[in-house]
């Protein structure tokens, strides 16, 4: 059976703008390709954003377009109102104030054309506390920007079920930092029942810049380095799946391991730069820039930007020092950064 492309879906907002597009084509170093959830009102309106890199991705069959008016269905409805309901009578919305910003929400991501009742129902609920006014153009809400995210977080949480049962691998990668603080000032209510429902954040972003490298460059890196790529993601796969699987405490011990593991690393990684270029001077301070690396993932700052640090020393490393589950980031740091 031919496996299903790794999608990268892209969240919380309906598509991309210009300036996110070197983050985006970090994306394709790691996915086949990239994913949006995009209203049928909003067609158009993601090629208008970033015409540079949305055209040359459709054009190569590189972007695929998720439609809420589909991909929000029954099940996706009835966990997300479930969840928003709970987060409501458990007092997490009380101090919002109307005076505070309203942006709109789609009619579609909240549920309507699935169980319209259920989502009828919610914004009722909150119409009545001030905080959604009735649609104005007949296919959105508007209301407060922090429940707005709540849904918009919640529909990435949820995308990976959603997507399996339309055939789909996705994975949810943001790069706004605002997103898990959101979610956290919510999600950390007790008792808060459907908790274990939300799947930790797939951060699946690295830290290397290609904002002047051409799109072509990136896809040939990815294709020419095939076997560095598969280690890598299924290495990240697998550590992203047991934290996923673990309570507080065991998180934090693995985590901890984790940490050991990397520093680890940076010792053998430091012995072989000395080895190689006999110059023990140029491996100053390495050994502390791999530690660092591994206390922003024992903190769970955006896994794989943590990993990203390790690219900072591949000019350091001759051309054949890849062979560990890292040796895609150190190469693609080396070659398109």
Known sequence: ?????????????????????????????????????????????????????????????????????????????????????????????????????????????????????????????????????????????????????????????????????????LHPATNIDRASEVLGSFFNLSPMPSRGQVVAFDLETVSIDLDSVALDDVLAFRDENADSHRRYMSDLRSFALEMSLLDEIERAQMLSDRRAAIEEEARELTGRVRKAFKTPKKATGFGLGLVGA????????????????????????PDNSGGTVYSYLFKAHRSLS
């Open 1 to 169: 059976m031919t496996p299903l492309s790794e999608t990268a879906y892209y969240y919380p907002e309906p598509y991309w703008l210009l300036r996110d597009s070197s983050w985006v084509k970090t994306l394709l170093l790691f996915f086949d390709e990239v994913a949006i959830l995009l209203p049928d009102y909003m067609m158009g309106r993601h090629r208008t954003a970033d015409p540079s890199l949305v055209e040359p991705l459709e054009d190569r069959g590189l972007l695929r377009i998720l439609q809420p008016e589909w991909f929000v269905d029954a099940e996706l409805t009835e966990r997300m109102t479930d969840t928003v309901v709970t987060l409501i009578t458990e007092g997490a919305f009380d101090d919002l104030s109307a005076d505070e910003p309203f942006a709109e929400l789609s009619m579609s991501r909240m549920g309507y054309g699935a169980v319209e009742d259920l989502a009828r129902m919610v914004y009722e609920e909150l119409e009545a506390r001030g905080l959604a006014r009735p649609t104005e153009d007949g296919v959105s809400i508007p209301m407060h920007w922090r429940i707005r995210s709540v849904y918009l977080l919640l529909l990435a949480q949820l995308a990976r079920e959603a997507g399996r049962r339309q055939g789909l691998d």
């Open 294 to 317: 591994a206390w922003s993932l024992a903190t769970m700052n955006k896994v794989p930007a943590a990993l990203g640090a390790l690219g900072a020393i591949t000019g350091m490393m």
